[in-house]
């Protein structure tokens, strides 16, 4: 099994930047690809972004320039350094890890950001 915690969150200035992290344990060595997702209330989560264990990257055009996500294997770690930020990236944000041999996915209990002046 894996093991999601996110960090990160909190409230910052628009135009101001955060970076998230999601630290991974448990049989990280089988994780194929892990993703960023958030959801605002009321609303259907989203795809963020998204790493392979290969390294490639994918990006949801509405932050496509502005957040880079990135990963430190020896940390067991995935982060989201977010820029620019403005209060419509206000949301709850997941990060998701997908394992090989499976189709579920194993997600993280979430971490607030909240972009406001």
């Known amino acids: 099994q894996v093991q999601l915690v996110e960090s990160g969150g909190g409230v910052v200035q628009p135009g101001g930047s955060l970076r998230l992290s999601c630290a991974a344990s448990?049989?990280?060595?089988?994780?194929?690809?892990i993703s960023w997702y958030r959801q605002v209330t009321g609303k259907p989560r989203e795809l963020v972004a998204a790493?392979?264990?290969?390294?490639?990257?994918n990006y949801a055009d509405s932050v496509k320039g502005r957040f880079t996500i990135s990963r430190d294997n020896a940390k067991n770690t995935v982060y989201l350094q977010m820029n620019s930020l403005t209060p419509e990236d206000t949301a709850v944000y997941y990060c998701?890890?997908?394992?090989?041999?499976?189709?579920?996915?194993?997600w993280g209990q979430g971490t607030q950001v909240t972009v406001s002046s």
């Open positions: 448990g049989s990280v060595f089988s994780i194929s690809a």
């Open positions: 790493i392979t264990s290969a390294g490639s990257t």
């Open positions: 998701k890890a997908n394992k090989r041999g499976s189709v579920l996915g194993y």
